[in-house]
Each structure stands twice: as structure tokens, then as C-alpha cells.
């Protein structure tokens, strides 16, 4: 690159140095005081680094003289483009590496199409805009290339810009904000390809340029797999790799982004690949999104949108012609996305709100417009000096970005029930576009049989599973920090010791999703939460809705020991365990592991005997939903077993026959009638779709009370790996009158109580399930 052959050689490299920092540094205060008064009105942190560009630069600040001669030197800029240029290639692996990609995959088409139409009205509306401007300004040469130019400033979606602020408005997880960032991509790619080719002095040449780049993208593809598999086998008992080998893969990462950008071309595409590309499993992407995420988010990126800001000056908008020409380009900018995205999401059949909401989106600007612009001769834009095109796509950027994130801000302030975290059981929705679930453990003890749920569940679905794994550490009231200088410390620790919290758990824990994940191509992602007991819900809850699950299985706080018998374990699980019953937007498992002789990782050499136990209500209709996900596991065998509480029941069998319903008896029967209903029209449906089908077994145990329920419990203890029930909402069952006596547990009711005890003396691993209810009163 230019510009880092001209820092190289500057004669007096200290000052322009002192610049930038300054200038970052000035950046990030005002951005943060501005985010501390925007964030009041729901406005995203881009938002407010942009303003803080605009305060610091020539538009405000900049004015002054003094700062003037502070901030603008002559080699400054040259400075500002190389960190620019590192900062975007860095961000860009960063998306690559963090990206959906089962989901991209499922979803291309309708991103294409969605991009499809921005892209076609936003090349209409350009070439209207472009030839407009030509004729006004006087523009009699590269008539061409300024069209182009044009046409991208109102075509383009700046994929980080996007990212950025769907993660910051928290709806990342959520089906619109992966398709806008992945219709982004596909618009910024398409972008990017064109001002290549139509910009090319010898397209051959370039042409033949472009497809060396592409070996050299797919050879360092190949060199990163390998050296990440290498540097995961290297050291196994570390949490992260070294220093080095960090330092390493973010220098072959710098080094092919600035040889690409030597020589015109844009290595954004060829930085996306390399972290779309890399492997997701093992320490190695586990120690490059560590290092990198923090210093990206906190630093790099604000200062990234606060330097956009900083290169316009807004004084240009104080004549005439040119505040005309602005307003008319970002209404045709903002107009040419929402037209095209409506368009194709009628086409799709996606909510109008959903489209306007994708279309501002996709409005958002501030990567390849910039980068274009940077690249362009001195020559060029002196001969385009009356039109000012510079100052004028830069003007163009800033403002349609504010406004975009803005609007988008509101919308889903306003609509927020419609975009947040549907809160809907497994009963109700069939899940079939995906099925997101959070199993949580807190020590590495449990690991494996949460890996085996994660496992039965993605293995069985033909519907996509997006699975977490939540590391919950409890954080100590008292503890000595360290008091290391820096070099004290070992290679690849970090300064801060909150990474030492989870302890050796960390490690086992690691260790056993990389050995599930590269054996069964099955991505776990994992997150962990370090916090007091009494607020540790909290944490969990809010990353229920952040993350938009659907279930989430806690660990029961006792565990067994050698001989067989349930010892409990730390007071603070319990009480976490209570809390997210009571709080938790989605459906809770409790899962009671038996790891000697209970549920183990569903494979061909274990087979695993499953059980559901159906007394009727809305949790084990839960339960019942649940165990329908893996009755299609090839090592699962599911058994249904339907408690009635007398022999002389109406309903002795089932038939593949359809059950009648009144419907205006139906609106005089009691509650409890209506719930037996909707029991007997439930089970039926299963009945005929999994058990005449052979996918699960069917057995009926008829019983009085809780006294004969308790003897046939501890009949079949021995013959299930895994037992699964509902938590309550049985009301005044007499299946289970009395057994609540005895209980000692009541967050898994009456019947989980007894199968988690010791005096049961069952080999088979409990999991008891709640299902969310709007109301929640009680844990009984």
C-alpha cells in the first residue's frame, strides 16, 4: 500500500504519530459522552462515534486554527489510512469468523434476492443521479468513472457498519438482523467487484491480477487450517495459544490484506474468507476472537466510525447547489433500498415492517464508498472539482448512516414486540426454521452429558439446532488479585485475572466440545457468565432473550457420587436454579445427571433407552414435545409411558382414528376438563405420527394414587438411560397424591423429586421440564 510506503519514509514520523493517537483518543471521550445522552433515546453507539468524527474534524473543532494545524498535517492522513486499513481488515475476519454459517447457507438465496433489489433500483436511481449531476456540474471528463462512483455511493451496504449495529441493537441472533448482515455482504461484494473491473486502466492485466489473489486467498485458507489444527494438538493443557502464534496468524492476516490493497484491489472480500474459512473449532479461534472482540469493539471500531465523521466537512452544505445535491442523493439512497427491499420481501413474503426495517439497513454506509474515494488520482478529483465529490459522497455517507441508524433505532424501539425474543414453548411451535437452545454447566463435571443432549437433539432434527453451552462461574467475595508486573507472566496469559475464574473446569470443558465438534461437525457455541449467585439469573435470563433460545437446560445441584447416592453441592446453584424457573423467558430442563449408569452421548456403540412419563398437563406436553425432537435419533429409542389414573378409563387405547371435540360443550367444560382435552388430542398426535410409525414405543400403567405411581417408578428405574417429565400443572392429580409429602426438591415437582432421590435407587439420569407460561406464580 502507498500509504504505508509513505509512513515508512516520513522524515519526522513522531508528531504525525502524536496526531493520530490524539485524535483517536479524542474520539473515543466524545463518542462516549455522546452514547452516555443518545443511548437515553434508544440511538446506537455508531451513531455517536460518527458525531464525535464530525465534532473532532474540520466541521466543528477543526475550524480553530491551532487544532486545525494539529489534527490535518500533511502526513497524517497517510497515518489514518493505513490504521484504517488494518482496523477494516481485522473487523472483517472478525464478521468472517463470527458468522452463521448453517444459516448463510439455508438463507442465500433470499439474501440474494434481497440484495438483488436494492442493488437493481439503487444502479436505476444512480444512473438518474449521476447524469443529472454531470449535466449541471459541467462534468466533460472519466464521466465514467464518476457515474460509478456515484451509482456505489447510492447502491453500496457497508456489511461492518451493519454488524456493528445490529449487534448493538441486539437483534444480531434474530432471523432480520443475520439477513441484513448477510445481504449486506452480498451487496458490499457485488459493489466492490464492480469498482474493479470498471475502474480498471487495463482490465486484462487486473483480470489476471484478481485470479492470482484468489490462489493466494484459497493457499492461505489452506495454510490456516493447518496451522490452527497444529496449534490445537500443540499444548493441550491451556486454555488459549501462545503470544506468538497469535501474533503469528494476525501478521499473515495484515500482511495479505495490504499486498492486496497494493495493488487496487479491495482485500476486505479476501479478510471475510480468510474468518468465514477458519476452523471453529479448538483454542486457536478460541484465543483470535479473546484477543480480538475487545480490542475491535472498544477501540478499533469507534474509532474506525469516528474517523468517517471526521473527513467530511459540513460547511460545504452552506451553499446552495451543493445542499441540494446532498439532500436529493440521500433521498434517492434511502429511497432506492426501501423501494427494492420492499419489493423483493413482498416476493419472499416477509412482513412490510420486517422490509423497511431490512431496507434502512441496507442504507447504511461507510466501507467501500470510503475506500473508493481513497483510491482515486489527485488529477481526477481536480477535474471534478466543481461538483466537489469528494466532500460530497463523504457528506452523503455520514448523513445517511446517522439517519439509517437512527430510524432503525426507533423502529424497533416502537415495534419492540414484534422483533424482540418471541416468548413461545416447544408445544405450541413445530421450530421448523431452527431450534435454539442453552444447556448450562457449572464445573466441567456435567460437560459430557450436556454434549449428549446438545448431541441428541442436533442429530435428530431435520431442522437446524443452534446450540449453547454456558460456562456459569460463581465469582468469589474475596480474592487476592495478582500483583505481576506484565513480563511476569506466561505465554498467553492475560493482564486481567478474571480469565482465571472457572479454573481447570475451563480447560475440560474447552477440550470436550473441540473432541464433539471436530468428530461430528456439530459448532457449539460457548459463552460463560462469572457473577454472584444471587444475581447469576440475571445473566442467564438476559442472555436467553439476547440470544433468542428456545430451551434452556440448567445442571441440578446435586451430583452422584461413587457409591450411586445424590450428594448436593453448592447452595448458590440451587438458588440460580430457583430463580431462572421463576424468570426465564423460554422453557427450563433441570437435568439430573447419573453420569456411571445414566444418559450418556447417543452413539452406535451406546444406544440409549429413553423415557417420557405423561400424567397430563401443560409441562409434560412440554416434555412430550421435547422427547418428539430426538425420536428420530438412529441410537435413540423413545418410549412413551402414559400414566391413567384407574383402570376403568374411558380411553383404554389408541387408534389411528381422529378424536371428536364439541366445540360448544368445550366452552362450558371446567379448566381442568379443557387441559384433559387438549392432553388426549396431544397424545393422539403423537400416537399416530411416532408410534405407528415405529419411532417410539407406547406402554400404558394405570394407577390410583401416588403410593402405586411411586411402585411402578421404581419398576422401570433400570430399564432407561433417561427419564423425561414434566415439572407440574397437574393440579389435584390423584396419580400423585401424597408423594408431595416426602419432597424434598420442589423445583422439579413431585414426581422429578422422586426419580432425583437417593431412596428411589435409579440408575437413570432425570430431566424434568417447565414450560414458559406468561404467568408464573408459583414453582410448585
Known amino acids: 500500500m502507498e500509504a504505508a510506503r509513505r509512513v515508512l519514509c516520513v522524515t519526522d514520523p ?81 464478521i468472517g469468523l463470527e458468522m452463521d454459517i ?84 452480498i451487496t458490499e461484494m457485488f459493489c466492490v467487484l464492480w469498482r474493479s473491473v470498471s475502474l480498471a486502466v487495463d482490465p486484462w492485466k487486473n483480470l489476471g491480477t484478481g485470479i492470482l489473489f484468489l490462489l493466494m486467498t484459497v493457499t492461505l485458507v489452506g495454510v490456516n487450517k493447518y496451522l490452527a489444527s497444529w496449534c490445537n494438538q500443540r499444548i493441550r493443557n491451556q486454555k488459549y495459544v501462545t503470544n506468538t502464534e497469535f501474533l503469528v496468524f494476525l501478521f499473515l492476516l495484515i500482511a495479505a490484506s495490504l499486498f492486496i490493497e ?63 445535491t446532498v439532500i436529493v442523493m440521500i433521498i434517492m439512497s434511502i429511497a432506492s433500498k426501501i423501494i427494492g427491499t420492499l419489493v423483493a420481501c413482498r416476493y419472499l413474503k416477509i412482513s412490510t415492517d420486517e422490509g423497511i426495517v431490512l431496507g434502512f439497513l441496507l442504507d447504511l454506509k461507510g466501507n467501500a464508498e470510503l475506500q473508493i474515494l481513497g483510491k482515486l488520482p489527485m488529477e481526477t478529483l481536480k477535474q471534478w472539482e466543481e461538483a466537489d465529490v469528494h466532500n460530497m459522497v463523504l457528506t452523503v455517507v455520514v448523513i445517511n448512516t446517522v439517519i439509517a441508524g437512527g430510524v432503525v433505532a426507533q423502529i424497533l424501539r416502537k415495534k419492540e414486540e414484534y422483533f424482540s425474543h418471541s416468548h413461545t414453548s416447544l408445544e405450541l411451535g413445530e421450530h421448523e426454521s431452527e431450534l435454539r437452545m442453552l444447556a448450562c454447566v457449572y464445573g466441567s463435571r456435567n460437560i459430557s452429558s450436556k454434549i449428549g443432549l446438545i448431541s441428541a437433539f442436533s442429530e435428530s432434527l431435520k431442522t437446524p439446532v443452534t446450540a449453547y453451552l454456558m460456562h456459569l462461574v460463581e465469582l468469589p467475595r474475596k480474592r487476592t488479585k495478582k500483583n505481576l508486573m506484565y513480563h511476569q507472566l506466561q505465554d498467553g496469559d492475560q493482564y486481567s485475572d478474571e480469565e482465571d475464574y472457572g479454573g481447570n473446569d475451563v480447560v475440560e470443558i474447552n477440550d470436550a466440545v473441540d473432541a464433539y465438534t471436530l468428530e461430528t461437525k456439530v459448532l ?131 387408534t389411528s382414528g381422529t378424536l371428536h371435540r364439541n366445540d360448544e360443550l368445550l366452552m362450558e367444560m371446567s379448566t381442568h376438563e379443557i387441559e384433559a382435552e387438549i392432553d388426549r388430542a396431544f397424545m393422539q398426535d403423537f400416537f399416530n405420527r411416532y408410534v405407528m410409525s415405529g419411532q417410539a414405543g407406547y406402554v400404558e400403567k394405570y394407577v390410583e394414587n401416588g403410593t ?69 406464580n408459583d414453582l410448585n
Open 14 to 94: 513522531f508528531n504525525p504519530l502524536i496526531t493520530t493517537f490524539a485524535q483517536s483518543a479524542g474520539i473515543l471521550v466524545i463518542s462516549h459522552c455522546f452514547h452516555l445522552f443518545l443511548k437515553q433515546f434508544g440511538q446506537p453507539g455508531p451513531v455517536a462515534q460518527i458525531l464525535a468524527g464530525i465534532v473532532l474534524g474540520p466541521s466543528l473543532l477543526s475550524r480553530i486554527p491551532k487544532v486545525n494545524r494539529f489534527f490535518i498535517q500533511s502526513s497524517t492522513a497517510d497515518y489514518y489510512e493505513v490504521f484504517e486499513t488494518i482496523f477494516r481488515t481485522i473487523f472483517m475476519f472478525l
Open 524 to 654: 457449539i457455541r460457548q459463552k460463560k457468565v462469572v457473577s454472584y449467585f444471587e444475581r447469576m439469573y440475571e445473566e442467564v435470563c438476559d442472555s436467553i432473550e439476547d440470544l433468542r433460545v428456545s430451551i434452556i437446560f440448567l445442571t441440578f445441584h446435586k451430583h452422584q457420587r461413587l457409591d450411586g447416592k445424590m450428594e448436593s453441592g453448592k447452595d448458590g446453584m440451587r438458588t440460580t436454579n430457583h430463580k431462572v424457573l421463576r424468570h426465564a423467558p423460554c422453557s427450563v430442563g433441570i437435568f439430573v445427571d447419573r453420569w456411571q449408569t445414566g444418559f450418556q452421548q447417543p452413539s452406535s456403540q451406546s444406544v440409549q433407552n429413553i423415557a417420557t412419563l405423561f400424567f397430563g398437563g401443560p409441562d409434560d406436553r412440554e416434555a412430550l414435545a421435547c422427547s418428539k425432537m430426538i425420536a428420530a435419533h438412529p441410537h435413540i429409542h423413545l418410549t412413551l409411558i402414559h400414566f391413567q389414573s384407574s383402570p376403568s378409563s374411558k380411553q383404554t387405547g389408541y
Open 262 to 324: 497494493e495493488y487496487g484491489f479491495n482485500g476486505a472480500i479476501s479478510c471475510f474468507m480468510f474468518g468465514l474459512m477458519f476452523p471453529r473449532e479448538g483454542k486457536t479461534t478460541r484465543t483470535l476472537l479473546h484477543k480480538l472482540s475487545y480490542a475491535t469493539y472498544n477501540f478499533m471500531l469507534p474509532v474506525y466510525f469516528g474517523y468517517i465523521g471526521f473527513q467530511i466537512n459540513v460547511s460545504v452544505l452552506g451553499r446552495l447547489k451543493p445542499l441540494i
Open 102 to 185: 448453517p444459516y448463510m447457507r439455508r438463507n442465500l438465496r433470499k439474501a440474494s434476492i434481497i440484495a438483488s433489489g436494492g442493488v437493481i433500483v439503487g444502479v436505476l436511481f444512480g444512473i438518474v443521479v449521476s447524469l443529472t449531476l454531470i449535466i449541471l456540474s459541467k462534468i466533460r471528463s472519466q464521466l465514467f468513472d464518476f457515474s460509478t462512483i456515484i451509482i456505489i455511493a447510492l447502491t453500496n451496504s457497508a456489511s461492518p457498519v451493519v454488524f456493528r449495529l445490529a449487534t448493538e441493537l441486539k437483534f444480531l441472533t434474530s432471523d432480520t438482523g443475520r439477513l441484513a448482515v448477510c445481504a449486506s455482504l
Open 708 to 776: 402405586q405411581t411411586a411402585e411402578a417408578l421404581r419398576d422401570i428405574h433400570d430399564t432407561f438411560s433417561l427419564l423425561i417429565v414434566g415439572k407440574g400443572g397437574r393440579g389435584n392429580s390423584p396419580m400423585t397424591t401424597g408423594m408431595s409429602d416426602w419432597e424434598e426438591c420442589p423445583e422439579l415437582g413431585t414426581v422429578g423429586d422422586l426419580l432425583a432421590s437417593s431412596e428411589l435407587n435409579t440408575n437413570s439420569s432425570v430431566l424434568v421440564i417447565q414450560q414458559y407460561r406468561h404467568s408464573r
